[in-house]
């Protein structure tokens, strides 16, 4: 049977923390959560599925699909295993197939022979069965098979993705230290903000907060900016229902009326660099980009909105103490121009965190790289109430 209409065990995989955020775009999407863990949830479904789930999902990395479970104790164990199951009415005997891995096993020291044993398995049946072998390498640009195997458990997953899609196909000019584009769209998620209010970003960097903000607010899936996936390069895809997602798609976008999105960065070329990925994004008519000092950012009075700012976090020696003054003014700036908003500082330095002055409502985890952030939120009252305001924020 095809599995682009049987179901089986999905694990769509994510970066650290943000799981509570794809668990939540899994559910919007009509999909019910077997369980969920640290860096994913797993669900029951079909191939199809999965192309809608690839299309659709901002805070995803991989979205896999189990083709068999089995005991292996060493890398033979794997090989004889996947020799036995048919391969060939998966993969074309003509195609192109990549294998990945994520191995725990105490008789593996590196993961390229696991890869390579799994690729021999594969290789060997498809020459027995159809007289033919497909071709292989490391570019992710066909079909690709996943083995995970930890202890003497062991899984193998068609994956359906590929090529990431925490990364999200727009952004043709990083910049300096930017954002991954599933985290930035994680954390638009996890502020107030009702998609109609101003969003305003200072120091914005590439723009890639701006952006992801802009395209939530106008329900624009990252699948849009794609047109190569590995469920394309199995057998039994059909090319007019993936067409029909699509078209789904961009049928949904939706015009919001009268919204705001404001991003200014002091440099010249970070502002350059973000219009350009707002182009490539479809939202540069959208987004108020400008070259100012951070506290300079126009904030429309009485909107209500959400203030979202990243600065730098100061990694290296002598960094922290020369942007003490920075955090500070940030405070200020909130204080000063964003009463009524609710503000929010992404940050890996709780330290520097304590020179804003102001009491944080909550502080929601994140991680970026390999350092451990959070995002700090902080209600910024309005005239009509007094402004809570302690010595230090909370780290």
Same mark, same amino acid.
């Given at each position: ?5 049987? %179901? ?43 192309? %809608? ?6 805070? &995803? ?86 083995? #995970? ?7 193998? #997953? ?7 899609? &925490?990364?999200?196909?727009?952004? %043709? ?16 998620? &996890? /502020? ?15 723009? /890639? ?7 939530? &607010? ?70 108020? #980009? ?6 300079? /950012? ?5 909107? %209500?909105?959400?203030? #979202? ?87």
């Amino acid at each position: 049977m095809s599995l682009y209409i049987t %179901k089986a065990p999905v694990t769509i995989t994510c970066h650290k923390r943000l799981a509570p955020y794809l668990e939540q775009e899994v559910r919007e999407l009509g999909f019910e959560i077997e369980e969920a863990f640290v860096t994913g949830v797993r669900i029951n479904a079909t191939m199809n599925d999965c192309m %809608k789930l690839n299309l659709n999902l901002r805070c &995803a990395s991989q979205v896999l699909y189990s083709l068999k479970q089995f005991e292996a104790n060493n890398a033979d164990d794997v090989y004889a295993n996947l020799a036995k199951y048919q391969w060939e009415k998966i993969l074309p005997a003509d195609g192109y197939f990549s294998v990945t891995s994520n191995v725990m096993n105490d008789t593996i020291n590196n993961s390229m022979f696991a890869n390579l044993r799994v690729k021999d398995a594969i290789v060997d049946r498809m020459r027995e069965q159809t007289g033919k072998r497909p071709e292989t390498g490391a570019e992710l640009k066909g079909a690709v098979i996943h083995l #995970f195997w930890k202890n003497n458990q062991a899984e193998v #997953f068609a994956d359906t993705t590929g090529d990431s899609l &925490a990364r999200h196909g727009y952004r %043709k000019i990083p910049g300096r230290a930017p954002m991954l584009e599933a985290l930035a769209a994680a954390t638009v998620m &996890a /502020t107030r903000w009702d998609r109609k209010s101003p969003f305003i970003n200072p120091m914005c960097g590439s723009g /890639t907060v701006a952006i992801e903000a802009a395209l939530i &607010a106008t329900n624009t899936r990252p699948g849009l900016f794609r047109t190569n996936y590995a469920f394309m390069h199995l057998i039994g895809f059909d090319e007019n229902i993936y067409l029909d997602e699509r078209g789904r798609l961009e049928n949904q976008i939706t015009d919001v009326a009268g919204l705001k999105i404001i991003a200014t960065d002091y440099s010249d070329v970070a502002i350059t660099n973000a219009i350009r990925n707002a182009v490539a994004a479809g939202v540069a008519d959208m987004i108020d #980009f400008s070259v100012c000092d951070f506290a300079d /950012t126009p904030v429309p009075e009485g909107g %209500k909105g959400v203030m #979202f700012v990243n600065p730098e976090y100061g990694e290296r020696l002598g960094e922290a103490t020369a942007l003490e003054a920075t955090y500070t003014r940030i405070g200020d700036f909130m204080k000063k121009k964003c009463g009524g908003y609710y503000g929010y500082v992404f940050t890996g330095n709780p330290d520097l965190a304590k020179k804003i002055g102001l009491k944080a409502k909550r502080r929601i985890e994140f991680y970026t790289s390999i350092i451990d952030c959070r995002m700090l939120e902080f209600e910024l009252y309005d005239g009509s109430r007094r402004m809570v305001r302690t010595e230090e924020s909370e780290g």
